[in-house]
């Protein structure tokens, strides 16, 4: 096609071609950055199938999600038989956590069944900063994610906070 579009000089008329945006190289390095990761996911799966306690999972989910996301810590928390609240299930310097589903921002996950992704959580209204000043820890950004049984009924939530390198991006979003 584009040798009947050109002039006697190789000049192409009559098509606009668009500029690409990114160049092989780069575009190459985006995937091999993404088979890197669905890799370190693969293993993470394997890791934790071996554990036959579900304590031991939970345990093995937490440390690979931090692992993967390059996060400093995270939580999850589990839904009440009555699911009303939310249970603090597994995370680092904490315990005895009860959350309203619908309150804050894993009861607002736990309701909606959507992804929030905070960069900043002091600036956020949902943020309760009592457990920081309780402990000294500072919370700066957090990914928190429902977490849905095969029917997809939220059965918990995945709290993932402060990333080393800044905010949580998309493709952080996308692996929770």
Same mark, same amino acid.
């Given at each position: =096609?584009?040798?009947?579009?050109? !002039? %006697? ?9 668009? /500029?690409? #945006?990114? #160049?092989?190289? %780069? ?11 669905? %890799?370190?996911?693969? =293993? ?8 036959? !306690? /579900?304590? !031991? ?34 995370? =680092? ?6 959350? @309203? ?13 959507? #992804?929030?992704?905070? /960069?900043?959580?002091?600036?956020? #209204? ?19 994610? @429902? ?6 009924? &939220? ?9 080393? !390198?800044?905010?949580?991006? /998309?493709?952080? %979003?996308? &692996?929770?």
């Amino acid at each position: =096609e584009a040798s009947n579009l050109a !002039d %006697e000089h190789g000049m192409i008329h009559g098509k606009v071609v668009a /500029p690409v #945006s990114t #160049s092989s190289n %780069e575009r190459i390095g985006q995937i091999e950055k993404r088979l890197a990761t669905m %890799e370190r996911l693969i =293993e993470a799966s394997r890791s934790i199938a071996d554990s036959l !306690d /579900p304590y !031991d999972a939970t345990n093995t989910i937490v440390k690979e999600a931090c692992s993967i996301l390059g996060a400093d810590r995270a939580s999850i928390f589990t839904m009440s038989d009555d699911k009303a609240h939310l249970i603090l299930m597994i995370a =680092e310097g904490a315990k005895n956590i009860t959350v @309203p589903v619908g309150v804050g921002i894993a009861g607002g996950v736990a309701a909606s069944g959507d #992804s929030v992704n905070i /960069p900043d959580c002091y600036n956020d #209204s949902r943020f309760d900063p009592s457990f920081d000043k309780k402990t000294g820890y500072k919370t700066n950004n957090m990914l928190c994610a @429902p977490i849905g049984d095969s029917s997809g009924d &939220i059965v918990g939530v995945l709290q993932i906070i402060n990333k080393a !390198d800044g905010p949580f991006g /998309p493709e952080d %979003e996308e &692996i929770c």
